[in-house]
């Protein structure tokens, strides 16, 4: 079982910045990927970033450039800085991670995680 808490979540104005922490607990070492996903309201969840065992980092098309996710010792926290934040960044932001292994191509793809938080949410104002 692994636990995973979102915080850093706020309102901000475009072009800011924000960032993003997930406390994990539990059995981390059983995980692969990790992973930031984003849902805004009407839309179907986004994968944002992920992150491998291997350091590995694969990004969604629309945050690269703007978004670095990195990982925490003993992967036990997850974290994402935002920057040149746009309206369209605006969802509940949620961590997740995968407790099988996954190729990069498919490590944005909400349905190969297990383990979700419960999302912090990101709202940006022109």
């Known amino acids: 079982q692994v636990d995973l808490v979102e915080s850093g979540g706020g309102s901000v104005q475009a072009g800011g910045s924000l960032s993003l922490a997930c406390a994990a607990s539990?059995?981390?070492?059983?995980?692969?990927?990790m992973a930031w996903f984003r849902q805004a309201p009407g839309k179907e969840r986004e994968g944002v970033a992920a992150?491998?065992?291997?350091?590995?980092?694969v990004y969604g098309d629309s945050v690269k450039g703007r978004f670095i996710i990195s990982q925490g010792h003993a992967k036990n926290g997850l974290y994402l800085q935002m920057n040149s934040l746009k309206r369209e960044d605006t969802a509940l932001y949620y961590c997740?991670?995968?407790?099988?292994?996954?190729?990069?191509?498919?490590?944005?793809?909400?349905?190969?995680?297990?383990?979700w938080g419960q999302g912090t949410q990101v709202t940006v104002s022109s």
């Open positions: 992150i491998g065992n291997d350091g590995r980092v």
């Open positions: 539990g059995d981390t070492w059983a995980t692969y990927y």
């Open positions: 997740a991670a995968a407790r099988v292994a996954l190729t990069p191509i498919r490590s944005l793809e909400a349905d190969r995680y297990y383990y």
